[in-house]
C-alpha cells in the first residue's frame, strides 16, 4: 500500500477537498479500492476566489488569468502542505499527489461530427472550427510539485479531448476501480453539476454523463435571494410549494436535448442562468424558488437515469456521494422519484461523500504513475483508451549528473 493525495475545487466552488488514501494494485493489475485516511476542506481566499469568479465570467484579460493559474497553484500548494505536516507525513512517504485544477471554461464535444475527422488527417480543423471538445483548468502543477516535493498530477481531460472524449464526468474510472468487484451499480454525484455511472468490471458496458444542475443554481438562488452561501439541509426549500409552470420551463432546457454522454458546465445552469430565471419570477417566495429548483435537480438526475442508462433493469441501489447528499429535502425528493432504486450513498463503501471527487483524483493520478489506463472510452466516447494526466517530477527526483 502507497499514500496518494488528491484534491478537488468542482463547479461548485464552494472550497478545497483534500485528501489522503492508501491505494495498491489489486490481482487484476488495477488498482484496489482506495481506502480512505484522512481528508480536510478550506476555503478559498477571498482574492484568489474574486479572481476565479470573475474567469468563470470571461472578465479578466490573458495577462490576470495568467497570474491566477499560479495563485491557485498556489493554493492547492498550501492545502495539500498542510494536510502532510498535520499527518506528519514527509514527501518521500506520499507517492502522487493528484487534482484537476479549477475548470474556467468547457466546450463539450459535438459527438454527431466527429465522424467528420475519423481518417486523423485534418488535426487542426478538429479544433479551429470543428466539433471537438476543449476546456481550461488552472492551478500550476509545478508549484504543487516544488512545495511539497512530490510527483504529481494534474489536467486529467486534455487527453481524453485529443482522442473525441467529453473528458467529462470522469467520476467513472474510480467508480470501475471502487465497484468492479459488486458491480453492476449505479452511482451519482451530486457537485455544482450532477453526473450518473453505470460501473462494473467489463468497461465496454460502462455509461457515464452529466445529468444536469445538483447544487450550482440552489447554492446561488440562495445567496442571492436569502444572502446565505448554501440552504443547510434543505431547510428553506422544504417549506416552499413546487411552481408546476416554472419547473416545466426549468426541464425545457436545451441542455436535456443533448445525446450521452454529454456534459454541462456553469453557462449551461450557472449565475447568468439563474439570474434570469429569477427576474422572471420575481412574484414567487425565496421558499418556492429554492423547492422549485431542487424539484428541478431531483427530476433531472432521476429523468436521465431512466431515459439514457442501459442497463438500469440490472441494478437494485444508487450510490450517492458529493455535497448534495448533505440536503436532506433533496435527497428525500430524489428518493421519491427513484421508485425501486434504493438511494444510499458512498460512505456505507468506506467512501466518504463529502470527499469522493478528491479521491477521484488520487486514484486517478495514481493509475497515471503506473501507465494504467485510466478513462473509459464506453463512457466518455473517446476512441480509445489512453493515461490521463500530466505529470511533474518534483526536485527531490531531479538527477544531478
Not at 430565471?277 to 420575481?282: H, K, T
Request: net charge negative; with cysteine.
Amino acid at each position: 500500500m502507497v499514500i496518494a493525495i488528491g484534491l478537488n475545487s468542482g463547479s461548485s466552488f464552494d472550497g478545497v477537498d483534500v485528501v489522503a488514501v492508501e491505494i495498491d494494485l489489486a490481482e487484476d493489475g488495477n488498482p484496489s479500492r482506495p481506502q480512505f485516511i484522512a481528508g480536510r476542506s478550506y476555503d478559498w481566499p477571498e482574492a484568489v476566489a474574486k479572481g476565479v469568479l470573475r474567469a468563470f465570467d470571461n472578465k479578466l484579460s490573458i495577462f490576470e488569468l495568467c497570474r491566477l493559474n499560479y495563485t491557485t497553484g498556489a493554493v492547492y500548494a498550501e492545502c495539500a502542505r498542510s494536510l502532510m505536516r498535520e499527518q506528519g507525513w514527509k514527501p518521500e512517504d506520499i507517492a502522487v499527489i493528484g487534482y484537476d485544477g479549477q475548470t474556467i471554461y468547457q466546450e463539450p464535444a459535438q459527438f454527431s461530427e466527429l465522424k467528420n475527422f475519423s481518417d486523423g488527417e485534418d488535426v487542426l480543423g478538429r479544433w479551429q472550427d470543428g466539433p471537438f471538445p476543449c476546456g481550461l483548468q488552472i492551478g500550476e502543477p509545478a508549484i504543487v510539485a516544488a512545495t511539497c516535493n512530490v510527483t504529481t498530477v494534474t489536467q486529467f481531460r486534455p487527453s481524453d479531448h485529443a482522442l473525441g472524449g467529453a473528458g467529462a464526468p470522469l467520476m467513472q474510472y474510480l467508480d470501475f476501480v471502487a465497484f468492479r468487484d459488486i458491480g453492476p451499480v449505479l452511482t451519482l454525484n451530486i457537485g455544482g453539476i450532477a453526473n450518473c455511472q453505470f460501473a462494473q468490471a467489463d468497461r465496454s458496458k460502462m455509461m457515464a454523463f452529466d445529468t444536469g444542475p445538483g447544487n450550482v443554481m440552489l447554492d446561488h438562488a440562495t445567496k442571492v435571494l436569502l444572502g446565505t452561501s448554501y440552504d443547510a439541509d434543505g431547510e428553506e426549500a422544504a417549506k416552499g410549494t413546487i411552481n408546476q409552470p416554472l419547473l416545466d420551463q426549468l426541464l425545457s432546457h436545451d441542455f436535456f436535448k443533448r445525446p450521452v454522454p454529454r456534459s454541462a458546465w456553469r453557462r449551461d445552469f450557472g449565475a447568468e442562468y439563474a439570474d434570469e430565471i429569477l427576474a422572471q419570477n420575481r412574484s414567487l417566495s425565496a421558499q418556492d424558488i429554492l423547492a422549485t429548483f431542487t424539484e428541478f435537480t431531483a427530476i433531472s438526475i432521476t429523468r436521465s437515469i431512466r431515459e439514457h442508462v442501459v442497463g438500469v433493469d440490472e441494478v437494485t441501489t444508487v450510490i450517492a456521494s458529493g455535497g448534495g447528499v448533505r440536503n436532506g429535502f433533496l435527497m428525500k425528493r430524489l428518493a421519491g422519484h427513484l421508485n425501486r432504486l434504493e438511494l444510499v450513498t458512498s460512505d456505507d463503501y468506506g467512501i466518504p461523500p463529502q470527499f469522493k471527487e478528491a479521491i477521484k483524483f488520487a486514484t486517478l493520478a495514481y493509475a497515471n504513475v503506473n501507465s494504467l489506463a485510466n478513462n473509459i472510452p464506453a463512457a466518455g466516447g473517446a476512441s480509445s483508451f489512453t493515461i490521463l494526466g500530466k505529470t511533474v517530477q518534483p526536485p527531490r527526483l531531479a538527477k544531478v549528473l
